[in-house]
């Protein structure tokens, strides 16, 4: 097994070596590795401590980021690095930090506290793979399994229960039978976690491709996880039918219920993010325009990524939408004018045809606007300043 590891990393594990300490890429990077993905971010780990680490990097940029649990990050070629010392978790008393982390010189010992064998290896470029736990048999079987036992894993930190469910939807990993029963048996210890880690995992579970499996055959954790969530029967597929895409999915899993606005808040979702949940769910709402005038002036209220999103979520939760999504695509293509701020004209220019500004600006904008829609004018600025001036004597 060769990983091929990125210059910017193998200078930190050479260095570390050159100064007598161990050091291992670990985790995620591993795993993404024998997945054949480029990983995000790499991590490393050492039997350096941590100011042994820092003085190993003096000459470069270094962050503090959790020394007291043995992490520190080096900027290697401007591109960030965590180096954590090879630690044993003591008691977790929140199920949720360990009260105290010891350092230890085994890096065995270092991959016993990792969450799932598939994140509990590490490699070296010249040692090669350390992998006590059977994660790569895991990796090749697709396999979720907690390190140890699962409910003593699940009980020391809960989060772990999401984490696991964000793997099996992300990676399409099915989860081991024992780990399964303790994710099930123990979610409700998920209550005692802070929400902001809570809604992180449900963020990259919700957008995984395998969706779907995950929220059938744990909708027990769902459903006290996702506050007020109304379920029903084919919401997981429809989730898995919508584009990768949060506010989709969240207007999918949302799409029966009531609040929505203070679900997301319970849940300390991104305003932003709660915010176009919220309007997406009220436009599907709305009937969708069957003509092509008023699927312009749609168009042009929502604009392209709303309009998507609805012609996603209706479209997975059943209704027809090939001829609108074919209006869309003619509207897009040919860039028609659907909106006030599309017209050839604007309000300085109606000004100077001696508009009076205030209402009667806005009023005769929208009638431009109307005109162009149905054809009565073509978006063009004489065009529009002729027919305003008519549009002017006759009222
Ligand atoms: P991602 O692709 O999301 O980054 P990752 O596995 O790299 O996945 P990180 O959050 O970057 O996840 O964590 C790095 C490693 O730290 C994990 O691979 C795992 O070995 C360990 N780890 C992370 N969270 C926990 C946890 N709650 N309990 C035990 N080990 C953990
Ligand atoms: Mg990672």
Redesign the pocket.
């Known amino acids: 097994m060769v990983i091929q590891i990125p210059d910017f990393v193998e200078v930190v594990l050479t260095r570390l070596n050159e100064n007598g300490y161990e050091a291992y890429v670990?985790?995620?990077?591993v795993?993404?590795a024998m997945l054949g993905k480029l990983?995000?971010?790499w991590?490393v780990c050492t039997s350096a401590m941590p100011d042994q680490v820092l003085s190993c990097f003096s000459d470069m940029r270094t962050i503090l980021t959790g020394i007291e649990h043995g992490t520190v990050t080096v900027l290697s070629d401007h591109k960030p690095i965590e180096i954590t010392t090879y630690r044993i978790d003591g008691q977790y008393t929140d199920c949720r930090h360990p009260d105290s982390v010891t350092f230890t010189a085994s890096i065995v010992e270092d991959l016993a506290?990792?969450?799932f064998t598939v994140?509990?290896m590490a490699y070296h470029p010249n040692r090669g793979l350390v992998d006590p736990f059977g994660g790569q048999q895991d990796v090749s079987m697709r396999v979720i399994r907690c390190v140890g036992d699962p409910h003593t894993r699940f009980r020391e930190?809960s989060?772990?229960i999401l984490?696991g469910l964000r793997f099996a939807s992300v990676l399409g990993f099915t989860i081991d039978r024992s780990t399964s029963d303790a994710m099930l048996d123990l979610h409700l210890l998920l209550k005692q976690v802070a929400v902001e880690r809570v809604y992180t995992e449900l963020e990259?579970m919700l957008c995984g491709e395998s969706v779907a499996s995950v929220l059938t055959a744990f909708r027990t954790v769902f459903s006290s996880v996702f506050p007020d969530l109304v379920w029903y029967s084919d919401l997981p597929d429809v989730i898995e039918r919508l584009p990768c895409d949060l506010i989709c999915r969240f207007g999918g899993m949302y799409h029966k219920s009531a609040n929505i606005k203070s679900a997301l808040t319970e849940l300390k979702a991104p305003k932003m993010v709660r915010d176009e949940v919220v309007s997406l769910l009220k436009a599907c709402g709305e009937k969708l325009p069957i003509d092509f005038p008023n699927i312009r002036l749609w168009f042009g209220v929502y604009g392209h990524e709303c309009v998507q999103r609805i012609l996603a979520l209706v479209s997975a939760l059943g209704q027809n939408v090939a001829e609108l999504r074919a209006s869309v695509c003619k509207i897009e293509q040919d860039r028609l004018c659907c909106s006030i701020s599309d017209l050839a004209v604007n309000g300085d220019d109606l000004l100077e045809l001696g508009l009076q500004p205030g209402k009667q600006l806005g009023v005769t904008l929208k009638a431009l606007l109307c005109a162009v829609v149905y054809d009565q004018v073509s978006n063009d600025k004489q065009a529009l300043l002729n027919y305003t001036a008519k549009y002017l004597i006759e009222t």
């Open positions: 670990v985790g995620g990077c795993r993404d990983a995000d971010d991590d506290r990792r969450d994140n509990a930190d989060l772990r984490i990259k």
